[in-house]
């Protein structure tokens, strides 16, 4: 059982990493951050397409490697 789920945290780890080097940049990089990046980061622009089904699959991914590390580390152990 402590062996399956670590396997499955490391592909999680894998797939979640995938997932967000996928995502596209959501700012011009240092200058965006200095004059006006707060706009974006506020704004109410949302995803769509397949921005929207990458930024959900990061958030179920995320909650799964939670879930997945907890039960490792204080329920199996």
């Not at 789920?5 to 240092?30: F, N, R, T, W």
């Amino acid at each position: 059982m402590v062996g399956a789920v670590h396997v499955l945290l490391v592909i999680d780890a894998v797939i979640m990493i995938i997932l967000v080097l996928l995502q596209s940049g959501k700012s011009e990089g240092l200058s965006g951050a200095i004059s006006g990046g707060a706009e974006q980061l506020f704004g109410k622009q949302k995803a769509r397409g397949a921005d929207l089904i990458l930024h959900r699959s990061t958030i179920i991914t995320g909650v799964l490697f939670f879930v997945l590390a907890f039960l490792s580390a204080y329920v199996l152990q």
